[in-house]
């Protein structure tokens, strides 16, 4: 089961960013705007992890995160509180109030990807599982091997990061920019031709016979791994 990530953040721009990386990463993401909204949204379901801005309307991160920790059942609720203040005093602040990670705007994406990770391996390391499954494909991302059938398959480094990237949402379309984006990284440039290249090399080394075509293309849009093959 995929860990459940609420993002509060009031910058419109930022919570899609957020949304947008950690659903890439493999995770249910749930966005809320005001503190007063997202507490009340965890009187109804506490998630795996809260990232947590600051200053929001309604009701401030920092206060939001003190009510939480005198709750029962939100006590050991792992929190990442995001601010543009980056004095000590500030971070001081925010741990003590019950934060368990601190990160300062503006902030790397990757850095912060990392930081979640390493916190659910902490708190709950069966909520990032090795083993990726679609269909009769598996994944794994500790051995870095892949198997359709049984059969291991044969995939280039590109290959296998862009089989991991479609398994972790089967059934939805991605564009080419996006593909990009998640699979190459957003500072190296790759002509979005490429991804058609490397969508070529994967279906050659994941399909033999007459097995089915687990990749789909959406014309104008982009590719998707097909969520109800092999089923």
Same mark, same amino acid.
């Given at each position: 089961?995929?860990?459940?990530?609420?993002?509060?953040?009031?910058?419109?721009?930022?919570?899609?960013?957020?949304?947008?990386?950690?659903?890439?990463?493999?995770?249910?993401?749930?966005?809320?705007?005001?503190?007063?909204?997202?507490?009340?949204?965890?009187?109804?379901?506490?998630?795996?992890?809260?990232?947590?801005?600051?200053?929001?309307?309604?009701?401030?991160?920092?206060?939001?995160?003190?009510?939480?920790?005198?709750?029962?059942?939100?006590?050991?609720?792992?929190?990442?509180?995001?601010?543009?203040?980056?004095?000590? /005093?500030?971070?001081?602040?925010?741990? /003590?109030?019950?934060?368990?990670?601190?990160?300062?705007?503006?902030?790397?994406?990757?850095?912060?990807?990392?930081?979640?990770?390493?916190?659910?391996?902490?708190?709950?390391?069966?909520?990032?599982?090795?083993?990726?499954?679609?269909?009769?494909?598996?994944?794994?991302?500790?051995?870095?091997?892949?198997?359709?059938?049984?059969?291991?398959?044969?995939?280039?480094?590109?290959?296998?990061?862009?089989?991991?990237?479609?398994?972790?949402?089967?059934?939805?379309?991605?564009?080419?920019?996006?593909?990009?984006?998640?699979?190459?990284?957003?500072?190296?440039?790759?002509?979005?031709?490429?991804?058609?290249?490397?969508?070529?090399?994967?279906?050659?080394?994941?399909?033999?016979?007459?097995?089915?075509?687990?990749?789909?293309?959406?014309?104008?849009?982009?590719?998707?791994?097909?969520?109800?093959?092999?089923?």
């Amino acid at each position: 089961m995929n860990a459940r990530i609420m993002v509060v953040e009031d910058e419109e721009a930022l919570a899609i960013l957020l949304r947008y990386n950690l659903a890439a990463e493999g995770y249910e993401v749930e966005t809320i705007e005001r503190g007063d909204d997202a507490e009340m949204r965890l009187y109804e379901q506490v998630p795996d992890l809260l990232i947590l801005d600051w200053m929001l309307p309604g009701l401030s991160g920092i206060e939001l995160c003190r009510r939480l920790r005198l709750r029962a059942e939100t006590r050991r609720l792992p929190i990442i509180i995001l601010t543009a203040r980056g004095e000590e /005093s500030e971070r001081v602040r925010g741990l /003590s109030t019950g934060a368990d990670d601190y990160v300062t705007k503006p902030f790397s994406v990757p850095e912060l990807m990392a930081r979640v990770k390493a916190m659910l391996r902490r708190t709950n390391p069966e909520s990032i599982s090795a083993l990726l499954k679609a269909g009769d494909i598996e994944l794994d991302r500790q051995s870095h091997r892949a198997h359709r059938n049984g059969r291991e398959l044969k995939l280039g480094p590109t290959e296998f990061r862009l089989l991991e990237f479609l398994m972790r949402s089967p059934g939805r379309v991605f564009s080419r920019e996006q593909l990009l984006d998640g699979v190459w990284g957003r500072d190296i440039y790759v002509d979005e031709r490429t991804v058609d290249v490397h969508v070529g090399r994967l279906r050659k080394a994941i399909i033999r016979g007459r097995e089915r075509d687990p990749i789909r293309t959406v014309r104008g849009a982009g590719y998707a791994l097909d969520d109800k093959f092999g089923g």
